[in-house]
Structure formats: C-alpha cells, structure tokens
C-alpha cells in the first residue's frame, strides 16, 4: 500500500465562489487545517505586487519569518511521525490564507519540502495542490 499525503493551499476568501465546474468553493476537508491569515501580511508590500508563493521573492519573504518557518517544519515532523506510526494511507493538510496566492502557497511548499527531506525511505508520496493560486484576489 502506497501511503499519500496530500497539502492543498487555498484562500478564505473564495469560500462561497463558484470554481469553473460550478462548484461551490469550500474549505478544503482535512485532517490538519492550518489558517495562516494573520501571519505575515505581503499583501502591502509593492515589490510582490502581483507574485505568489511560487516566486522566490514571496518564498523567501515568508519564510523570514521565524513564526512561519517552524510552523511549516512542525507541521511536517509531526505528520512524518503521524504517517510513520498509524496504519494511516492517505493524509491531507489544508493550508488557507485570505486569498490563497502567498503566505499558504509558501507554507504549503515548505512543508513539502521538509516531508520530502524527512521521506528518505519513500515511505510516503507527497502531492501539493494550490487550489486558488490563478483566481482574482478579492479586496
């Protein structure tokens, strides 16, 4: 049995949208839900003027931040050991921020990244999907 973790980023404030199939966007179901909104605004900031989390420039601005960093490394230490302990075979983190295009993108990558450093037995796949990165950010 191949074991899954699967993190999806995505914005608070496209809860109730419809997405291209007419769907009502909701809060991605979880087993860990992380509501980054209040961390690190870079919403402000006119050199990340239209960049996401997939930008370095976003990335590294994030993760500046001590708060935001050890959030991420936690959270994939604790679902290593989580999926390395239990009999779990698939496991979904939801990282939300208002618009779902930064600070969530950032944390969900970053703890990508750490899974994929503490997986060096494949024991897992991880998969990361970024539910709201191309929408219109809402004011």
Not at 2 to 29: A, C, M, Q, W
Not at 63 to 73: D, F, K, Q, Y
Not at 80 to 106: K, N, W
Not at 108 to 131: M, P, V
Request: net charge negative.
């Amino acid at each position: 049995m191949i074991k899954t973790i699967r993190i999806i980023s995505f914005g608070y404030g496209h809860v109730g949208e419809k997405d291209e199939n007419d769907t009502l966007l909701t809060v991605p179901e979880a087993d860990i839900t992380l509501d980054v909104r209040r961390m690190l605004p870079v919403s402000d900031d006119p050199e990340l003027k239209g960049l996401t989390g997939l930008d370095e420039a976003v990335y590294e601005r994030v993760l500046a931040s001590a708060v935001a960093r050890s959030l991420a490394v936690q959270t994939a230490v604790g679902t290593h050991m989580l999926m390395d302990d239990t009999e779990l075979a698939h496991l979904t983190i939801a990282v939300g921020c208002f618009g779902g295009r930064r600070r969530a993108v950032v944390i969900a990558r970053h703890i990508g990244t750490r899974l994929a450093e503490l997986n060096i037995e494949d024991a897992y796949a991880i998969a990361i999907e970024h539910r709201d990165l191309a929408r219109t950010p809402q004011s």
